[in-house]
């Protein structure tokens, strides 16, 4: 049975929406953006109208459920909440590190893959994806991240913003520091995994408490 699977991400610095029907994937990424709030309804539009469908085709949506930038990923899960409230359909959520990883793994042809997103605070998000696996998944300072070897290749804003922290603690010497989630990521996880649907409404993941930058005393 053929689907139609829309994949949501604005988890980092950029939006991107992604439409799986009748067995073809049609995405519009945007980066370099302040804010998405005014792009991802209109990215909906276009692919449902490059598709020629409506919301209510859905059998499901899909959707980068952090980490990432608070206000991105606040606002990803709401979107994905709206529409699926309003239209009872169900949703699956995807850890931001794992899109990332997957789609270095994918890009790189590598099954080793260190993803760093920049969490500001002097700290990382981190995960090893390994093997098709996200094995880690944290907030960790650059110097306390897992110990690797250079056959892994670092992906993410990370490793643009701490490189040398973390090609000294993980013995990484090739990474990737512009590379971003992509919604079409999602659809390649969705189809090979078949993930379990949330038991209730779409829900981001933070790994931090506080989002705000603490005064210096």
Same mark, same amino acid.
């Given at each position: 049975?053929?689907?139609?699977? *829309?994949? +949501?991400? @604005?988890? @980092? ?15 519009? #990424? ?5 804010? /998405? ?19 209510? %085709?859905?059998?499901?949506?899909? !959707?980068?459920?952090? &980490?990432?930038?608070? @206000? ?15 239209? %009872? ?9 794992? $899109? =990332? ?15 760093? *997103? ?10 090893? !994806? ?8 944290? *907030?960790?300072? &650059?110097?306390?991240?897992? $110990?690797?070897?250079?056959? #892994? ?21 090739? #990474? $990737? /520091?512009?590379? !971003? ?5 999602? +659809? %390649? *996880? !969705?189809?090979?995994?078949?993930? =379990?649907? %949330?038991?209730?409404?779409?829900? &981001? @993941? ?12």
């Amino acid at each position: 049975m053929k689907q139609n699977i *829309l994949a +949501i991400d @604005t988890c @980092t610095e950029v939006c991107s929406v992604s439409l799986y029907s009748q067995g073809k994937t049609n995405s519009h #990424f945007v980066q370099g953006v302040a804010k /998405s709030s005014g792009l991802i309804l209109p990215l909906c539009d276009k692919v449902f109208a490059e598709a020629s469908i409506c919301v209510a %085709d859905l059998d499901a949506i899909i !959707y980068t459920k952090g &980490p990432g930038a608070f @206000t991105g990923v606040r606002m990803c899960v709401s979107v994905v909440q709206g529409m699926s409230l309003a239209f %009872d359909i169900p949703t699956v959520g995807f850890s931001t590190l794992e $899109v =990332v990883g997957a789609g270095a793994a994918k890009k790189y042809q590598s099954n080793k893959i260190a993803v760093a *997103l920049d969490a500001r605070m002097a700290e990382v998000y981190w995960g090893v !994806y390994e093997g098709g696996v996200l094995t880690s998944e944290r *907030l960790e300072k &650059p110097n306390e991240v897992d $110990v690797l070897s250079n056959d #892994f290749i670092g992906v993410g804003t990370g490793w643009g913003a701490y490189g040398d922290e973390l090609i000294k603690r993980t013995g990484v010497d090739k #990474f $990737v /520091s512009d590379f !971003y989630p992509k919604s079409e990521n999602l +659809i %390649d *996880l !969705y189809l090979s995994q078949k993930p =379990v649907f %949330d038991a209730e409404l779409a829900l &981001p @993941t933070y790994l931090r408490n506080n989002v705000a930058q603490k005064a210096l005393k």
